[in-house]
């Protein structure tokens, strides 16, 4: 599986963005996340779904601000980011995980097997 992420860009705080991930190969069956990663920091955990997409989770920064979402028609996930906050700049990582993990573990970056280029995101204040 192959992901290639877009959508980042340079905002005001207060405003949204919507990152794309898309997918060649077999979509479907892959739990997906999204982590970000700002400077001097390490990659952290923003959001996932378990394969079959009833299940999400949110970390607590962006819980209610954020929302993750797929289209299996299109092989694409996608990140709304609402009322952004200049704490939310990073290069956002797109993921794709084989096993059908735990939320638990689907929090962690070991958990996933493929992952996207990034896209930055920059929040002005």
């Known amino acids: 599986v192959q992901l290639q992420a877009s959508g980042g860009g340079l905002v005001q705080a207060g405003g949204s963005l919507r990152l794309s991930c898309t997918a060649s190969g077999t979509f479907g069956s892959y739990s997906m996340g999204w982590f970000r990663q700002a400077p001097g920091k390490e990659r952290e955990f923003v959001a996932a779904?378990?394969?079959?997409?009833?299940?999400?989770y949110y970390a607590d920064p962006v819980k209610g601000r954020f929302t993750i979402s797929r289209d299996n028609a299109k092989s694409t996930v996608y990140l709304q980011m609402d009322s952004l906050k200049p704490e939310d700049t990073a290069v956002y990582y797109c993921?794709?995980?084989?096993?059908?993990?735990?939320?638990?573990?689907?929090?962690?970056?070991?958990?996933?097997?493929?992952w996207g280029q990034g896209t930055q995101v920059t929040v002005s204040s």
């Open positions: 993921a794709a995980s084989s096993k059908n993990w735990v939320m638990s573990v689907l929090r962690t970056t070991p958990a996933y097997d493929y």
């Open positions: 779904f378990r394969w079959g997409g009833r299940s999400t």
